[in-house]
């Protein structure tokens, strides 16, 4: 006689679907270990600040030379060209753009993508916290920046009387759009990277947009022309940093300080849709 054994059936395994704060550790841990990230964001850092640094100083050395006039216009525009200086912030741009692009363009070209929807098949939820983590660091390193570049550069013009402090009219807007210009363009290049799918178009095509372009358009031509550039992200920062806009803006058409801010917040809406909704029609 032989006994019957009845085996237990074996338990079943159900993977819980990830949650949103593990896919943002996964999207950090993914930023960082791009080696781009660990130099650029530090020398970018130190550049920008380097350049503000050197206007600042030759502004006061040379104060002595300046003729009344001078000084009196440099105290309504001079320091914020001091403090925020255009060719800093231009590299400080295509870094942003070129660091957002390889966040979604770096898993596509490696392949590591379909390794991370097999685990998550919500695409949208993983480029949002793509996103939501490119958004974070770049917004962090905005506003090292943009405080860091304020503060040393007035500190050097304060024995000249010619610096301006946090509290004036304007001026803490310029900050703060300066450090928010940093993730906006981060995510312009991350909603470029969606597009294209490759570095090097991407890059590209972020300088087109973000610096070309506003270089290349003559606002003083046609309305619509003003209205164009007006609508791109370096002209909004410009006309947010500007604390005396009657006395240094000319333009026929001058874009408002509302109207600037809306540009941005509508380019970081627009990229972060079109990676999203890119993500999730095509195939990886």
């Known amino acids: 006689m032989t006994a019957v054994t009845q085996l237990a059936p074996r338990p079943t395994v159900t993977d819980a679907p990830a949650r949103f704060r593990d896919l943002l550790a996964a999207e950090w841990i993914k930023l960082w270990s791009l080696r781009s990230t660990l130099w650029t964001l530090p020398l970018v850092f130190l550049f920008v600040v380097g350049v503000s640094v050197n206007a600042s100083l ?45 966040t979604i363009v770096g898993e596509h070209q490696s392949g590591l993508i379909r390794a991370t929807f097999a685990a998550v098949p919500d695409r949208r939820a993983v ?15 905005g506003t090292v920046t943009a405080a860091t570049s304020f503060w040393v550069s ?33 995510l312009v290049g991350m909603g470029l990277g969606a597009v294209t799918r490759h570095a090097a178009a991407a890059v590209f095509a972020a300088t087109t947009v973000l610096v070309l372009a506003p270089l290349v358009v003559d606002s003083d031509e046609h309305r619509w022309i003003a209205e164009l550039y007006n609508a791109l992200p370096l002209a909004a920062w410009l006309r947010l940093i500007e604390v005396h806009p009657d006395i240094v803006n000319r333009d026929p058409y001058p874009a408002t300080v509302t109207g600037s801010w809306l540009t941005l917040a509508t ?18």
């Open 58 to 102: 030759a502004d006061h050395r040379n104060w002595p030379a300046y003729p009344a006039e001078r000084r009196e216009m440099f105290r309504m525009y001079g320091p914020v060209r001091d403090a925020f200086p255009e060719a800093g912030y231009l590299l400080l741009i295509l870094a942003s753009a070129t660091i957002g692009a390889l």
């Open 127 to 141: 480029v949002a916290a793509k996103a939501a983590v490119l958004a974070g660091v770049m917004l962090l390193l």
């Open 154 to 186: 007035q500190a050097i013009l304060a024995d000249r009387d010619a610096g301006w402090s946090i509290g004036e009219p304007g001026v803490l807007r310029a900050v703060v759009a300066s450090a928010v210009l940093v993730p906006v363009c981060a």
């Open 267 to 284: 380019w970081s809406l627009a990229a972060i849709l079109t990676a999203v909704t890119l993500t999730h029609r095509r195939d990886p």
